[in-house]
């Protein structure tokens, strides 16, 4: 009997959930035809790879900051739905500030499973990086960022159990996680059942148990009222991340939800919410330590090449 209701009671979780991805959906679509389009040139379907769902967007910006910083966003749905053309709003809202904005579409479940996603968003940044002068962006400041599957995505590509061979990870300065599920147990759940292998423990699977030490900063963006991913997600990465001596900080933004979260980044909302201000504060702290960072590089290697030559003078 016990079995029963606690079966029932996940299905009815599962539907409200669902439901709550299907309105939003109706949502975007609503935002997206009000969202204004002045801040951005949209180059539309380029294939990053050779299968149908291997295509992304790319908003370039009318005002660049210096640098061309590019924010690349991968779309939640729970592995199995969404699209790349439903973030027009979040084109514009970080081309408003100066960011060039891609946004790219990946393979679904249950068609596909992990680490199906992962792949693709490699292929994707492995491309952009080689085809940057063509396609009129740099990715010398890279900046990932994701929403829900989305946000659990971006930090596989960085942590992950056979790590990728990601041609560009080197310039990537900073990744946002926006209510993402970044360490717990999809064996059973009624929604993320389907997008794995029910066979492998997620302790294989899952970016917490992956992190390694290094320079990128690290931001977890936590919805107050999120009624699915458990705000411990981002606590338990963040504790980790800093065991590790990376940087990391959660941003808890007050009455949004798992959904509202991201559309509170809407230019049309924005206002009215710390997102979107909250994410810009970080990016500009993190490209200012980046620029303070290859400076010192610089300044290192110029002593030493000076030592050398000093060193060199006195032999003689």
Same mark, same amino acid.
């Given at each position: 009997?016990?079995?029963?209701?606690?079966?029932?009671?996940?299905?009815?979780?599962?539907?409200?959930?669902?439901?709550?991805?299907?309105?939003?959906?109706?949502?975007?679509?609503?935002?997206?035809?009000?969202?204004?389009?002045?801040?951005?040139?949209?180059?539309?379907?380029?294939?990053?790879?050779?299968?149908?769902?291997?295509?992304?967007?790319?908003?370039? *910006?009318?005002?660049? +900051?210096?640098? @061309?910083?590019? #924010?690349?966003? /991968?779309? $939640?749905? !729970?592995?199995?739905?969404?699209?790349?053309?439903?973030?027009?709003?979040?084109?514009?809202?970080?081309?408003?500030?100066?960011?060039?904005?891609?946004?790219?579409?990946?393979?679904?479940?249950?068609?596909?499973?992990?680490?199906?996603?992962?792949?693709?968003?490699?292929?994707?940044?492995?491309?952009?990086?080689?085809?940057?002068?063509?396609?009129?962006?740099?990715?010398?400041?890279?900046?990932?960022?994701?929403?829900?599957?989305?946000?659990?995505?971006?930090?596989?590509?960085?942590?992950?159990? *056979?790590?990728?061979? +990601?041609?560009? @990870?080197?310039? #990537?300065?900073? /990744?946002? $996680?926006? !209510?993402?599920?970044?360490?717990?147990?999809?064996?059973?759940?009624?929604?993320?059942?389907?997008?794995?292998?029910?066979?492998?423990?997620?302790?294989?699977?899952?970016?917490?148990?992956?992190?390694?030490?290094?320079?990128?900063?690290?931001?977890?963006?936590?919805?107050?009222?999120?009624?699915?991913?458990?705000?411990?997600?981002?606590?338990?990465?963040?504790?980790?991340?800093?065991?590790?001596?990376?940087?990391?900080?959660?941003?808890?933004?007050?009455?949004?939800?798992?959904?509202?979260?991201?559309?509170?980044?809407?230019?049309?909302?924005?206002?009215?919410?710390?997102?979107?201000?909250?994410?810009?504060?970080?990016?500009?702290?993190?490209?200012?330590?980046?620029?303070?960072?290859?400076?010192?590089?610089?300044?290192?290697?110029?002593?030493?090449?000076?030592?050398?030559?000093?060193?060199?003078?006195?032999?003689?």
């Amino acid at each position: 009997m016990q079995i029963l209701q606690n079966l029932q009671r996940l299905t009815t979780q599962a539907k409200l959930r669902y439901q709550e991805f299907r309105l939003y959906d109706a949502a975007s679509y609503m935002l997206n035809h009000l969202t204004p389009r002045q801040s951005f040139e949209l180059n539309q379907d380029i294939a990053y790879g050779t299968k149908a769902r291997q295509l992304l967007d790319i908003y370039r *910006t009318t005002h660049p +900051l210096p640098q @061309r910083p590019l #924010i690349v966003f /991968v779309h $939640g749905g !729970a592995w199995q739905h969404g699209d790349k053309k439903d973030y027009v709003f979040i084109g514009e809202a970080f081309t408003r500030e100066g960011y060039d904005v891609v946004v790219l579409n990946y393979h679904l479940a249950p068609q596909h499973i992990f680490p199906s996603y992962i792949d693709d968003l490699t292929l994707a940044l492995n491309y952009l990086d080689q085809h940057q002068q063509e396609l009129y962006i740099s990715t010398e400041q890279l900046i990932l960022m994701g929403h829900s599957a989305g946000a659990f995505n971006v930090m596989s590509a960085i942590y992950h159990p *056979t790590p990728y061979t +990601l041609e560009c @990870r080197s310039k #990537i300065k900073a /990744v946002i $996680g926006i !209510a993402g599920p970044y360490h717990f147990d999809y064996k059973g759940d009624p929604i993320a059942q389907d997008a794995f292998d029910q066979n492998i423990p997620y302790h294989e699977v899952m970016p917490y148990y992956f992190v390694d030490h290094n320079p990128i900063r690290h931001c977890l963006v936590v919805a107050e009222n999120d009624q699915v991913v458990k705000k411990s997600n981002s606590d338990d990465l963040d504790q980790q991340l800093r065991q590790c001596g990376n940087y990391s900080q959660i941003v808890m933004i007050p009455k949004t939800g798992h959904i509202t979260v991201l559309g509170s980044l809407s230019s049309l909302f924005s206002w009215h919410f710390q997102t979107k201000q909250s994410i810009l504060n970080f990016l500009d702290e993190a490209l200012k330590a980046s620029q303070l960072a290859f400076f010192n590089i610089q300044q290192l290697a110029f002593h030493e090449v000076r030592a050398q030559s000093w060193n060199g003078q006195y032999c003689l």
